[in-house]
């Protein structure tokens, strides 16, 4: 078990491309989530999947954003037409079911020029 | 939904001495509080957690109590040691509106040798 696994670590985009990141969470784990995190705050919700499903999403998640987990493995995030504000840090986590231990990754920094 | 405060939002220590850190939440059906460790750079790496059925845990120098009556948890760090420096972030499941974790602001630890 190699822990949560984030792709790339690293994103310098220009303004209006579009960004796909990805997540490889625990195998084993059935719940998969992704968080924003900026600059002295703590995470914030995004979306989250249970299994191949995703459940819930937050406002946060713009029409912009597209997230998938098929076969409900590796995650996907996408961000179309980027803008200045969405550069953060795109966390993933995984937990083997709610209120379970939940493992972050090492994220993904998202700079937009 | 869920709202979690957290204090102090900076904390300096003498090596040898102990932090503190306190989070409130205002969930009270919320029954799972992690705690989080991030160094610069890396995602959150869970370092305790609590149950709501129970009141306190300990693990080596790291301690946390729970008051459900107050809706209030404490992060307990004895004997710190320069290596303990990093943002500390509490958290609390949110049952009611959404399965997910909700994430105080932090709080900057810097242990001073």
């Known amino acids: 078990d190699t822990g949560v696994s984030q792709n790339p670590r690293h994103k310098i985009t220009k303004r209006g491309q579009n960004v796909t990141f990805r997540c490889d969470p625990i195998s084993e784990h059935n719940r998969l989530y992704w968080y924003r995190q900026t600059l002295g705050q703590g995470p914030e919700f995004l979306t989250y999947f249970q299994n191949e499903a995703q459940l819930e999403k937050s406002r946060l998640l713009s029409d912009r954003f597209s997230a998938e987990r098929p076969k409900g493995s590796f995650s996907t995030l996408e961000i179309q037409r980027t803008e200045q504000g969405d550069s953060a840090m795109y966390l993933c986590a995984s937990s083997l079911g709610p209120a379970e231990e939940a493992f972050f990754g090492q994220g993904t920094r998202l700079t937009v020029v | 939904g869920e709202n979690v405060e957290q204090h102090p939002s900076t904390l300096s220590v003498q090596e040898g001495d102990s932090a503190v850190i306190k989070c409130t939440y205002s969930d009270s059906a919320s029954n799972y509080f992690p705690w989080y460790k991030q160094e610069l750079g890396k995602g959150p790496q869970l370092i305790i957690d609590i149950r709501s059925n129970v009141g306190e845990k300990k693990d080596q120098r790291i301690a946390v109590t729970l008051n459900k009556t107050a809706k209030h948890f404490s992060l307990h760090i004895t004997e710190t040691q320069p290596e303990d420096s990093a943002v500390y972030f509490c958290?609390?499941?949110?049952?009611?509106?959404?399965?997910?974790?909700?994430f105080g602001a932090g709080t900057i630890l810097r242990v001073k040798s």
């Open positions: 958290a609390a499941w949110e049952e009611e509106y959404g399965n997910k974790l909700v």
